[in-house]
């Protein structure tokens, strides 16, 4: 057989028809409401390709290096075309477009979404990897099924298997086709808090089809239900601009316009709430752990679409730690954190949830979100001061709120749900605590300080700047920056991170570019950089080349269609996603290309997280290839593996003028400690002897090879770590700018040490 019908199908089927068509399978029998459909097996594909004769050319095809970008597309190429260039057998095609007819009246919109066979799996999810059709009918149904069979051979697709050691001849793939649900609303419901497992259901909603919230294209409504007491805690109504729906003529699906009067309507009745509680609670119930559940109402009937299982859940004991927030004993302290910038600040709160919100931020406030991403710069250039539940010290929330001088505390764990929207607090960015009412004053309008702050946001006051031998550079994040950072008296720019560039557009740069052009990327870029070159010129601006993980991309228009990763941090970043996207890459370079010709000589190009030679060799074979001359511009790489410190005698035969440690990576690396993780925040130690070592062993071996060495990462505004540093003869020392002076004086008490050592 062909096909098999969902309400045949368990998860003891999941080797016939996947992962996703084994979950709806499942729900079917546990009678819960599923819309029906019917899967085209696995097997069916198999004997597809192996009867075509097209199977062995079709994994020799895709047999190949994913890191060679040329040969992955041209793998991806030949797949799609033996798989789209091959006839469906008769027998097969009447066997599925009998099952469709059997279909309501045989002329029903269907949705056809790939199902392979390791996918939605505990270790290893492959969701978003393959493809879904929406809104299809009887015309165009084979060459759908055909389409996802192919879409098992996308470039990401094949990158990500070899990334997790399946064979891409074990894998097979089934097709689920499903009664459309023609949503009037829909979202997704986690059945526990997706981060700390609190009893607590979140559900996320908007009008139209789902796609828009998983997708991101749209700031859902967000609701959070006690599960012990079947209580709202909070309804949070967005601004919501577009949906999803079909379009009535063509029968395909289309983005359009919230109507005015719905745009900020909330979604969910009361009702309508407690049935997805109870389904929720009936899934969870049903699988035994913790689920993500895509659901729709139409009609007023709710559908349950897809559930997987939850595994960002912390299996530590969140009331524990919510105790400890509260403070037990001070009657004003709220909340702890870590204190991630300096400064005491006082405002009220405003909760931001969506970026909807953001538009509610006025002068002053405090925002208290879950993290920042790039799309708060603005917002949070207004705030008094910052509050995340998430983060460490060298998340988007830190580094951007010690740039633009706002006092922040992160990795709260919970201070969206206990501050309130209006209440007023007093942030201390030192200390990492949050109390209730205010006690600092906002700062009159004749200062430039921020709102509430204590701490002037406009350059500190010039002293005699010691001149030191170890030039005193200074890390910028955002352009808007610039001039504070220069007002420093920094020696330069050891490190302009171009990713706040590229992630404050909101789109991806391939659907930035798709959308508005390759001219219109290379000119923002030029734009961002250009700001800062402007501001220090002459002084060098060391740029760092794309280096956003994959899951700061997928909160932007064109995130569906990243990869979904276990551990970002680990994967898809850096230069080894530069080199597997040429296409991208080239434009950076560009942009680079550019600004060079416009006489920005003091630019200085910097590649991020390689690991050996062999990524510096072909980084460089991309900037000849661009028109920039490895011999006339100055450029160098980063060093933040242990890979690419222990074989830096490689990296430095490929001609680099510089190395730069990134230790807030070369630290998370070497002590196996996520940099952003709260809970292991104590064990986060630049001081390692581990990392000093890998330290001090490369500026030896780039020392004698004549090779400058810079640190621009967190630890360079240590003193533990200046005095080491500077006693090993490295370049040049990169701060945040908050640091700068305190690290020239500590650089210059260090040299002067030397001096008097020497002569003694």
């Known amino acids: 057989m062909a096909v098999a019908w969902l309400e045949d199908v368990r998860s003891t089927d999941l080797g016939t028809v996947g992962g996703k068509a084994a979950s709806l399978g499942e729900l079917t029998g546990a009678g819960l409401p599923v819309p029906p459909g019917f899967v085209v097996t696995a097997g069916t594909y198999r004997t597809f390709i192996e009867e075509a004769g097209i199977d062995e050319e079709l994994f020799e095809a895709v047999d190949v290096d994913s890191e060679d970008s040329e040969a992955l597309a041209a793998g991806h190429d030949r797949a799609h075309e033996l798989i789209m260039g091959t006839d469906v057998p008769a027998s097969v095609r009447e066997e599925i477009l009998d099952a469709y007819r059997s279909m309501g009246d045989g002329e029903a919109f269907v949705a056809v979404r790939s199902s392979a066979t390791a996918e939605d799996l505990p270790d290893a999810s492959f969701a ?76 996320e909603a908007a009008w139209g089809l ?3 919230v998983v ?38 699906t289309v983005e359009r316009e919230v109507p005015e009067d719905k745009r900020d309507q909330r979604v969910l009745t009361g009702d309508e709430i407690a049935r997805l509680v109870e389904l929720g609670e009936r899934v969870e119930d049903h699988y035994g752990e913790p689920q993500d559940v895509e659901w729709a109402v139409a009609g007023g009937e709710v559908y349950m679409l897809q559930s997987r299982p939850i595994t960002t859940i912390d299996d530590g004991d969140a009331a524990d730690d919510e105790g400890e927030s509260e403070g037990e004993g001070d009657g004003d302290h709220l909340l702890s954190g870590l204190g991630a910038s300096p400064g005491t600040a006082s405002g009220a709160v405003r909760i931001v949830t969506k970026l909807d919100h953001l538009d509610q931020v006025s002068e002053g406030d405090v925002i208290v979100t879950e993290m920042t991403m790039p799309d708060m710069v603005p917002a949070m250039k207004r705030a008094a001061a910052i509050v995340t539940d998430e983060g460490g010290m060298t998340s988007h929330a830190a580094i951007v709120s010690r740039e633009l001088g706002v006092p922040a505390v992160v990795g709260t764990g919970s201070g969206t749900r206990i501050l309130e929207d209006g209440q007023t607090v007093t942030v201390d960015g030192e200390m990492g605590t949050v109390r209730e009412g205010r006690a600092v004053e906002p700062a009159s309008a004749t200062t430039t300080a921020n709102p509430g702050t204590d701490e002037e946001s406009s350059p500190p006051p010039s002293k005699p700047k010691p001149v030191t031998a170890t030039e005193v550079k200074v890390n910028v994040s955002i352009p808007d920056a610039a001039e504070r950072a220069a007002a420093t008296g920094a020696d330069g720019v050891g490190l302009l991170r171009i990713e706040h560039l590229v992630l404050s557009l909101g789109k991806t740069p391939e659907r930035y570019i798709r959308d508005e052009g390759a001219d219109a990327y290379v000119d923002e870029l030029m734009d961002g950089v250009r700001k800062v070159a402007e501001e220090f010129y002459p002084r060098p601006v060391r740029v760092r080349t794309l280096d956003a993980p994959t899951d700061e991309f997928r909160q ?31 434009h950076e370079l560009e942009a680079f290309k550019r600004l060079y010709e416009m006489g920005y000589e003091n630019l200085e190009l910097m590649f991020p997280l390689v690991n050996d030679g062999e990524d510096v060799a072909r980084a460089r074979e991309h900037m000849e290839a661009a028109g920039i001359d490895p011999e006339k511009r100055e450029w160098g790489v980063m060093i933040e593996t242990p890979a690419s410190a222990i074989g830096v005698d490689d990296i430095v ?13 070369l630290t998370q690396y070497t002590l196996a400690v996520d940099r952003n993780n709260e809970h292991v925040s104590d064990r986060f130690d630049e001081l390692h002897p581990a990392v000093l070592d890998l330290i001090g062993d490369t500026i030896d071996a780039c ?19 200046v005095d080491f540093l500077v006693r090993k003869g490295i370049t040049s020392i990169s701060a945040n700018i908050d640091a700068v002076g305190d690290v020239l004086e500590a650089v210059d008490r260090v040299e002067q040490r030397l001096i008097l050592d020497a002569v003694r």
């Open 215 to 252: 997708s991101g294209a749209v700031s859902p409504d967000n609701y959070v239900v006690d599960r012990e007491t079947a209580e709202v805690e909070q309804a949070t109504v967005a601004t919501k601009k577009v949906m999803h729906v079909k379009d009535d003529e063509t029968g395909e």
């Open 653 to 665: 035969d490929e001609g680099v003028d510089f190395v730069s440690f990134g230790t807030n990576d």
């Open 703 to 721: 020392r004698a090879a004549d090779v400058d060495t810079s640190i621009c990462g967190q630890a360079g505004s240590h003193p533990e770590m």
């Open 210 to 212: 789902g796609e828009a």
């Open 128 to 203: 978003g990897q393959q493809e879904t059709f929406l809104n299809v009918t009887e015309e165009d149904l084979i060459e759908r099924v055909k389409e996802c069979w192919a879409s098992l051979f996308s470039q990401r697709a094949i990158y990500y298997r070899n990334q997790q050691g399946f064979p891409h001849d074990e894998v097979d793939i089934a097709v689920v086709v499903q009664t459309m649900v023609d949503a009037e609303k829909s979202g997704v419901m986690f059945t526990s808090h997706p981060s700390t497992g609190d009893p607590r259901i979140i559900i």
């Open 556 to 586: 932007l228009e064109g995130g569906d269609e990243e990869p979904t990763e276990h551990n970002p941090m680990l994967g898809y970043r850096g230069i080894r996603r530069s080199l597997d996207r040429p296409e991208v890459f080239e």
